[in-house]
């Protein structure tokens, strides 16, 4: 048997043992793939929903109304309430992917029926950008190519167990995907719940770190890392707290924030309803604030 068969072989069988597991999520045109983990629950990404209500297409073609029980946008995570049937839920695998290691990608896109195709690991602790903009870092890149519409459905090994969730394409059909490790568990458990991740918002406008050094350097002023607040909005945690127009933050939670990221990073840490120390330059006063955010249910 060469190479090609036990593709082929490894094709076949996965597709009749885990395509049942793989859904399709809105309507047939535009959408995208999602993943049946238990009774009554589906994984998928947040760019794939809009509002709280959705569509999921099963193998069998049966359509049932779906609700989203939590979603994390910036993590491009979001889990759906839905009847699944007799669905089978997809096992996790018990280690992570490896460079060079043999995957399975499978989705549903849209509905329109189960694709399976053949790749191998590329790359491993790859990062891009979420819906938002905020980097989500610790992706795996593999090279079984997928249609648009792909996202999340499955990335899987060759025992048919969960190794991650394609989530961003990659030029003609390459996939990122967020691993199946111990902290994906725990945030689909927290969505699972009905718990969607907000993270607090300090509500301003910000110029990136280098864009600030060329505006420092033109008005006189010593070179500082930082990213540069151009615009405060009005009754904002940032407002409330003193921050205005012209501020430089150089720290938030004991961190330099040099990139955007760093802020992002910070702010994601922070506790719903707590605060979040941060100095900042006015010229060439530094001082320190408390940026206080409102609580879970209220202020984002």
Partial sequence: MTIFDDVQAGIARLAEEAGASVVGVGQRWGSGSGI??????????????RGSKVTV???DERTADGTVAGHDIDGDLAVIETDTAQAPALPWATEGASLGMPVFALAN?????????FGYVSGIDRAFRGPRGVR????????????????GGPVLDAAGHLLGINTNRLGEGFYLAIPADEALRDRVDV???????RPPQLGVTITPGHMARRMRRAVGLPDAEGLLIREVADDSP????GLAAGDLIVAAAGQPTRTA????????????????EMTVLHGTDERTV???????????
């Fill in 36 to 49: 049946v983990l238990g009774e009554g629950r589906v994984l998928t990404n947040a760019h794939n929903v």
């Fill in 109 to 117: 896109p849209g509905g329109r029926g189960l694709r399976v195709t």
């Fill in 136 to 151: 989500i870092t610790g992706s795996l890149e593999h090279t079984a190519p997928l249609l648009p519409g792909s996202s």
């Fill in 290 to 300: 408390q940026v206080a955010f409102g609580q879970p249910d209220g202020e984002a």
């Fill in 57 to 59: 297409t099963f193998a």
């Fill in 238 to 241: 940032a407002a409330r707290a």
């Fill in 261 to 276: 990221d760093d802020l992002f990073g910070a702010l994601r840490a922070a506790a719903p309803g707590g605060s979040i």
């Fill in 191 to 197: 969505l699972a719940r009905g718990e969607s991740v």
